[in-house]
T-cell receptor, first 114, second 116 residues
Framework: GDSVTQMEGPVTLSEEAFLTINCTYTATGYPSLFWYVQYPGEGLQLLLKATKADDKGSNKGFEATYRKETTSFHLEKGSVQVSDSAVYFCALSGGGGSNYKLTFGKGTLLTVNP | GAVVSQHPSRVICKSGTSVKIECRSLDFQATTMFWYRQFPKQSLMLMATSNEGSKATYEQGVEKDKFLINHASLTLSTLTVTSAHPEDSSFYIC????????????FGDGTRLSIL
């Protein structure tokens, strides 16, 4: 079945540091890839997405590129802020099962200190 | 603004009580909604897929009689935790959309359920 593996946290950075959260996936089909962010006590918000190979999703300074050859979708940001502190989830859909279901990674807690 | 509204945001009740959680899609019609459960510091676990006008599809290991799902309209799905016990305490999140693998799902803000 489909699966998503993302780097385990927690990740602690200082403000303005560079961020990378690794994500790799296994899917039988050709999935769409997503990054969601969850702030404390809230639901998930879509951060960015990519639907085909070499697509780059970007939003709020975050970027991730769909790499089919390495089955990866790593999240990056050049300069993090305290307000970026949250849990980040990598996810895929449409890999081989139901087109509608999302398969999530375990989440990575990011803490940014001033 | 929020496209999926979930209510209530927090429930505290006694063991044996049944609790209903509502999930509404605000800007679009959703033939499919999803219900997730999230344990502390863990990822989301899909409980069931709610299908408008038909029975929900439950994931393996999820008790159908315990977690009743009703999707009576294109904008509303409800999850009822029947005869809740302390082990049912968790964070429940619904989502809608994603109808097409390249479309993102939109999530509600979640419901923190605490059973005393």
């Amino acid at each position: 079945g489909d699966s998503v593996t993302q780097m385990e946290g927690p990740v602690t950075l200082s403000e303005e540091a560079f961020l990378t959260i690794n994500c790799t996936y296994t899917a039988t089909g050709y999935p769409s890839l997503f990054w969601y962010v969850q702030y404390p006590g809230e639901g998930l918000q879509l951060l960015l997405k990519a639907t085909k190979a070499d697509d780059k999703g970007s939003n709020k300074g975050f970027e991730a590129t769909y790499r089919k050859e390495t089955t990866s979708f790593h999240l990056e940001k050049g300069s993090v802020q305290v307000s970026d502190s949250a849990v980040y989830f990598c996810a895929l859909s449409g890999g081989g099962g139901s087109n509608y279901k999302l398969t999530f990674g375990k989440g990575t807690l990011l803490t940014v200190n001033p | 603004g929020a496209v999926v509204s979930q209510h209530p945001s927090r429930v505290i009740c006694k063991s044996g009580t049944s609790v209903k959680i509502e999930c509404r899609s605000l800007d679009f019609q959703a033939t499919t909604m999803f219900w997730y459960r999230q344990f502390p510091k863990q990822s989301l676990m899909l409980m069931a897929t709610s299908n408008e006008g038909s029975k929900a599809t439950y994931e393996q290991g999820v008790e159908k009689d315990k977690f009743l799902i009703n999707h009576a309209s294109l904008t509303l799905s409800t999850l009822t935790v029947t005869s809740a016990h302390p082990e049912d305490s968790s964070f429940y999140i619904c989502s809608a959309g994603g109808e097409g693998s390249n479309q993102p799902q939109h999530f509600g803000d979640g419901t923190r359920l605490s059973i005393l």
